[in-house]
């Protein structure tokens, strides 16, 4: 895929789409979705993206179990109970991902986020990657953040006080 | 599956569940897919039996599985 202009050339670009590719292989999905994303951007060395999502009133280390439950109880909801991951782990990776494997809520959470880090001039990638994502309505992502007691928008103001942090450091 | 078992799926009243479950579901089906594949393999089945097992090309299967099995 391409990406937009503004991450090409920033280290931290690089490091999310790695770690997003090894968060999409470690729960088993071939695609890379916003939820990989997610666990992506709480891994921001600067410790920003996790102090806004505690802020924002959920545990940044929930995230996983709550993708996981948002499968399962998707699942349940259709009356099939989930096959433990562990009847199906054959002890290999589910997929070597390539970047065109990045799905379309990855698409659309980038490119959210990189107009509005043009548009602000400030803060980390990660911060406003969090707060597009958090501004979705559909999909795992959204799920997942619903099961932590985050609807759409419950994370934008805590993520401006952070980029509001971050501008006064500067 | 006959249409009556198909019918008979519990379909979620939010379309946000019901299209989530049919995301669950292709992930359900990835990873059994994954994990047959490599048990085939592993007890020496060639790609074009596994191919034409799952109804699909050897180039299909090779291409989504050869490079992790």
Known sequence: MNFPNPFRSQSSWGRLVEASIDY??????????????????????????????????ADPTA?????????????????????????????GRPGKHRRS????????????????????????????????????????????????????????????DELAAASRAA | MADGDLQSLPLPDDPGDALAAVVALRRQADRLEYAAVAQAVARGWSWAQVAAALGVTRQAVHKRHATKS
Request: net charge negative; charged share 25%.
């Open chain 1, 63 to 91: 995230v996983e179990d709550a993708i996981r439950w948002s499968h399962a109880n998707a699942l349940r909801a259709i009356g099939i109970e989930p096959v433990p991951e562990a009847a199906l782990d054959v002890g």
């Open chain 1, 24 to 57: 999409a292989e470690r729960l088993g999905d071939r695609q890379v979705g916003a939820e990989h994303l997610l666990l992506a951007v709480l891994d921001d060395p600067t410790g920003a993206t996790r102090r806004a999502f505690a802020a924002a009133g």
């Open chain 1, 101 to 160: 494997d990045f799905g379309e809520s990855c698409r659309q959470v980038i490119g959210t986020a990189a107009t509005r880090a043009k548009l602000a001039g400030v803060g980390s990638i990660d911060l406003h990657m969090l707060d597009a994502i958090g501004d979705l309505r559909e999909g795992t992502a959204a799920r997942a953040l619903r099961e932590l007691g985050l609807g759409p928008g419950a994370l934008h103001a805590a993520v401006l």
